[in-house]
């Protein structure tokens, strides 16, 4: 009886070392490998990844686990290299495990250094009330600038639906030999979604982004049902990041898996569209006394932005919002109860929105969205990808305005900047399912720092620096600032910076005049003391009253441009420069007025005498946010117009 328990242990133990995937072990290298070397012409030289090999394993998904296995083997070849030997065990999911770990540098000599799991280190990438997440990462021993670094790991991912991890097909280095192997699951044999009253198939899908050339697709077996999907990519140039560029996930060669039916991807955005209708309606099916009561308290007369603003703000100020509860027995069922609890999630807030909206007869759809630094949208990939609820408001003209609650201190209308130019999923019966969001105009979003100086004979400056910033220029700078609320710690926030970007001896004292949000607009005014800025030149002195404002726009130097440029949003700013000269001295010569217009936007400087004064006002107005790469020279011209304006000189002599 014992030996038949040994016996079964042992044969439970096998199979659960071979359903795990058994050991990882790292290759032996050769001659080859020491022989490689960065291309000639490749503007990374010091590193490159002999090879890449991810392997993405579903065939236990039916028990709610997927496997994902990496190995790389990289040639450190200069000083730059050595940093391939930091590296991180990725987060994928939010249930994984790492199951093995493996790692080593090899000296030419032939000397190993090792790592396992043991010497991994932690690092919390998130803390919450009821999450932490931590990174894993490691840094290999005795790394030269002559050596050869291997590193592979295997990760469990509970799941119980499968979305296999996306490639990232290029890196920061050159990559001889890139590889991906997926093992589909047995969803590809027999798994069926419902649709209506038919069920379809699903089947394994994947969708290949800025690389549709490089890249070659195997089935195994070829004929039939796979089993297997390989792809293979080889002699990738390295990713060279751009300045004002999207992120690298949004740009460089990627790819995405899932497993989908086979309907258009138009049909598989108007099924997830039926499937929030259908929500919408059981969520207001039933007949609500509190709505009704809610509905005859809001205006009716005035214009549409009044009413739009009167609902939004009723919903934001009556509608708490809290996260889904985890308990089914705490979530509300329907708009009644969210109505006499007073609070509900971000879906059930932009619902009422949408309800309230549409009994005061306006065009209102719900709507999705998926902000710019959370990820790039794919219309192709079958899978939800939108993270934001969204209210959209049907233009006569047939455009849409959008509004959300998500983001409470925001007023009325106004969107964060990474959600403008994005693409929106429409709930209802629309024309169009998938819509762009508008950006904000240039005039909407604008910085006006006025700098009221008065010069010594000496060239001393002192005098006050008034901004005023609106928009989304307001929201850029109270995140630069950290600050949302309180005016106290704001000022002092911006006393600091003032200091920093103004090169100030001195801010002594810095007062907000204004600090509102509906609209955006935040005033300010602070005393300097900027110091000795006068050049002497003989018995002149000479002035670059351009260069103090602090205003860093970008310099685009590179000769191309390979992607798109992109900016936060459309501006306008303005810069004021009133100089008040002493009795000893008096204007030899100004800067010639200036003005350049493109497609992209203007940049204009206007001078002007005015007794024993000097006025100075400068204006950069960019027109969009996202531009071509066509687009490039004109940027170019811009900015460099507005650098050179920097240095624009005034010339002071002693008075006759």
Avoid at 352 to 380: I, K, T, Y
Wanted: with cysteine; glycine share 6%; hydrophobic share 40%.
């Amino acid at each position: 009886m014992k030996r038949t328990l040994v016996c079964l242990l042992l044969i439970s133990l096998a199979a659960a070392r071979a359903w795990a995937g058994g050991k990882l072990e790292l290759r032996p290298i050769d001659a080859d490998d020491w022989a490689v070397a960065a291309p000639a012409d490749c503007p990374v030289q010091d590193a490159v990844m002999i090879f890449e090999e991810v392997t993405n394993d579903d065939t236990q998904i039916h028990h709610d686990i997927q496997r994902y296995t990496l190995y790389r083997r990289i040639r450190i070849l200069g000083p730059e290299g050595v940093a391939q030997a930091e590296g991180t065990i990725p987060q994928l999911r939010k249930q994984q495990k790492l199951e093995a770990f493996v790692a080593r540098t090899t000296l030419r000599d032939g000397r190993e250094f090792k790592l396992d799991k043991g010497d991994l280190r932690k690092h919390e990438v998130v803390r919450s009330h009821d999450l932490t997440i931590e990174e894993q990462c490691f840094s290999l021993q005795g790394v030269t600038t002559d050596c050869i670094i291997d590193y592979a790991f295997r990760i469990r991912i509970k799941s119980s639906f499968p979305v296999p991890p996306p490639w990232e097909i290029q890196k920061e280095i050159p990559l001889l030999r890139n590889r991906y192997t997926w093992r589909l699951g047995p969803y590809l044999h027999g798994f069926t979604v419902a649709i209506g009253t038919k069920t379809r198939p699903l089947r394994p899908n994947y969708v290949l982004r800025n690389c549709a050339d490089w890249v070659r697709v195997e089935r195994h077996p070829d004929s039939g049902d796979p089993r297997e999907l390989l792809f293979t990519a080889t002699n990738l140039p390295p990713y060279v990041a751009e300045p004002f560029s999207f992120e690298k996930r949004m740009v460089s060669a990627n790819a995405f898996f899932y497993y989908g039916d086979d309907r258009s991807t138009h049909g598989f955005w108007d099924r997830q569209a039926e499937k929030s209708t259908r929500w919408i309606h059981a969520f207001f099916t039933r007949d609500s006394k509190r709505l009704d009561q809610v509905k005859a308290e809001l205006p009716r007369e005035g214009s549409r932005e009044e009413r739009v603003c009167a609902a939004y703000n009723w919903v934001r100020a009556h509608i708490r919002r809290v996260e889904q509860p985890k308990k089914a027995s705490k979530r509300n069922r329907s708009c009644e109860m969210m109505l006499q609890r007073g609070c509900g999630t971000t879906h059930e807030r932009q619902a009422l929105l949408w309800e309230l909206l549409r009994s005061l007869d306006l065009p209102a759809h719900l709507a999705f969205g998926l902000p710019r630094d959370q990820g790039v949208f794919v219309r192709d990939l079958k899978i939800w990808q939108f993270t934001t609820d969204l209210v959209a408001l049907e233009r006569d003209d047939g455009g849409f305005d959008f509004y959300s609650l998500e983001f409470d201190s925001y007023p009325c209308g106004q969107l964060p900047w990474t959600l403008e130019g994005t693409t929106a999923l429409l709930v209802g019966a629309v024309k169009q399912r998938l819509v762009t969001i508008p950006f904000s105009a240039p005039r909407a979003n604008t910085h006006r720092r006025t700098l009221s100086v008065a010069i010594d004979s000496e060239g001393h400056c002192r005098g006050h620096c008034s901004d005023r910033w609106s928009g989304q220029e307001y929201w850029a700078i109270r995140d630069t600032l950290g600050v949302t609320t309180d005016e106290e710690p704001l000022a002092a926030s911006l006393s600091n910076l003032l200091q920093r970007v103004l090169l100030a001896d001195a801010v002594d004292s810095l007062r907000i005049e204004k600090a509102s949000s509906d609209p955006p607009l935040l005033a300010t005014r602070a005393t300097l003391d900027l110091g000795n800025r006068g050049e002497e030149l003989g018995a002149r002195l000479l002035l670059r009253p351009l260069s103090w404002t602090g205003f860093r726009e970008p310099r685009l130097t590179a000769a191309h441009r390979v992607t798109p440029i992109v900016f936060d949003f459309a501006n306008v700013r303005t810069e004021i420069i009133q100089l008040q000269l002493p009795q000893n001295l008096e204007i030899e010569a100004l800067p010639a007025d200036t003005s350049v217009v493109n497609r992209v936007g203007s940049c204009q400087m206007i001078a002007r005498r005015v007794g024993n004064a000097v006025s100075l006002q400068r204006c950069l107005r960019l027109r969009r946010a996202f531009w071509p790469q066509s687009a490039y020279p004109d940027l170019q011209a811009l900015y460099s117009e507005f650098q050179r304006l920097s240095d624009a000189p005034i010339v002071l002599r002693e008075s006759s």
